[in-house]
């Protein structure tokens, strides 16, 4: 009985040095990124110690870092211990990103907790809450934090803020390839192409040269610089060098050495620079980005592109897809795919635009502008783009009141002078003089009372003015001319007023015709004589007819001036022996010429030869089919050709007879 307990002494010794050993095994496989083998050592640790909180998150990271996402969150759910971080971060792979941040909750504080939120928020569209987080990031403890911040205010719109941050955290824009190709977009954000492209130029540079150093073969850092090379393309596009854009683009998709996300940007691209030109090749490339699926979502982009794409260039892939089905007439997918965008993009303008685009394409512009209008209704902050739209589509289609309703009601442009004009012009085509005047009037009113560097009240009362001159409203009129005289001086405002004022009082005309500067040269001009006068009179002597004649005169040397030139004949002719004269009728056809002798019939041909009834019977088949002849011209050919045929070949019998 005795052995038994050193039976036992010796099972756990055993079992004590494989678990070292196993850890060994696992920090070694983890160190060559082996991590297939990483978890299969990690189950065995976990069979040997069950509840090791250890072999749990290195199993858990080692199956996040081999792309198990589903085994890794199953791996947690059975885990007993807190791994609330692990889950957020392998819903937030999921793009489950609502989970995502919930899970997060009580994890705010630790530093890697705050960069995954920020990253959430980011993928969610709070570009805002995205960059609050970043600030708060203490910059000490993390490597390159200037490189997500000024992509976060990039896509958060606050580019004017880019060079500030920089300057606070006293970096360089062109410390690094990555900084400055997100420096460099922000400049392209605020339309500075030019220096944009300078210092894409500058990070391309660079990159190369840093990962170089790094001994990356030449296609990875090709790779690596694909975003670069396709930004580059962009900002040449926007410059008008397209033939340059093309070229860059159409070499990125060729050679195929570029991420995903980087070549579904040029491919979408260099399609927008085509346009309608090559639809087909349009949609057979759109065709690989988009795929139709049996989910919710009938339709997503290839190879985890909804991921690693923007919403903004999301929604570029899609619409430049619906416009060229509109262009080849595909109606029905066309459609098909409009009605899908508004699962895809909730809260997005761009569906609501594809749609109404569709009802144009099928000629029905009062059903989209009842879309359009209804959108407009429903989000009032988010109409400018909608009530433009409906106010083009209004206008093309022929209904005026309609359009001038939907440019009524932009508050931010609605009193400039060119959406006046417009809707004043569209108003006058209605036949509504009355609403287009109390445009004018607001229009005066608003910039009344307006504190503006550019007043433009003066082009406002000076349209107004000459349009109620023109609508026969003319007390309006000299009232809006005097105020324009009174407080600007204006030479065609007075011009006005006295036009305005001759009709009623002519006194008042005179008055303030007094007024207007005299021009130069008319000192010395009676007018009044010159009213008199029934009009310039034909004379045969004066100044026009003398000018006439001396005209004449000169055209008349000038002729006699002219000399003879010497003509051209060929190469080779001798004037002094020019020899036969050409044949008159030598550009006539042969059949046309006086020469012309058709060519005789061989009578030996019908010479036949055999007993006296077949030539009987063969001389009544050919006096028939001559009877026959003129009414088959075809037949005619055809028998002509026979002929011609046998007698080539009787021909060659008698030479070789020879």
Known sequence: MAPKPKAKATSATTAAISIEDLFTNLNRHIQRSEYEQAVKVSDQLLAAAPGDEDAIRCKVVALVKADCIDEALAAIKKASVDLSFFKAYCLYRQNKLAEALQSLKGKEGSTESMLLESQILYRLGKMGASVDIYQKLPKSTIDSLEINLVAGLVSAGRTSEVQGTLDSLRVKATSSFELAYNTACSLIEREKYKEAEQLLLSARRIGQETLMEENLADDDVEIELAPIAVQIAYVQQILGNTQEAVASYTDLIKRNFADESSLAVAVNNLIAIKGPKDVSDGLRKLDKLIEKSDGPEKFQLARGLDLKLSQKQREAIYTNRVLLLLHSNKMDQARELVGALPGIFPGSLMPVLLQAAVHVRENKAAKAEEILGQYADKFPDRSKVILLSRAQVAAAAGHPQIAADSLAKIPDIQHKPATVATIVSLKERAGDIDGADAVFDSAVKWWSNAMTEDNKLNTIMQEAAAFKLRHGRKE?????????????????????????????????????????????????????????????????????????ETYEAKSKDKAKKKRKRKPKYPKGFDPTNPGPPPDPERWLPKRERSSYRPKRKDKRAAQIRGSQGAVAKEAASSSDTKSNQPANPKGASQNAGAVQSKGSSKSSRKKLRK
Do not use: C, F, R, W
């Open 476 to 548: 309006e009129a000299a009232h809006l001319y005097e105020q324009l005289v009174k407080s600007h001086g204006s030479i065609e405002a007075l011009v006005g007023l006295i036009q305005t004022a001759a009709y009623g009082d002519i006194e008042k005309a005179e008055a303030y015709e007094k007024q207007l500067k005299p021009l130069p040269g008319l000192k010395a001009i009676d007018v009044d004589s010159l009213e008199k006068t029934s009009g310039a009179k034909n004379t045969e002597k004066g100044p026009n007819g003398g000018a006439t």
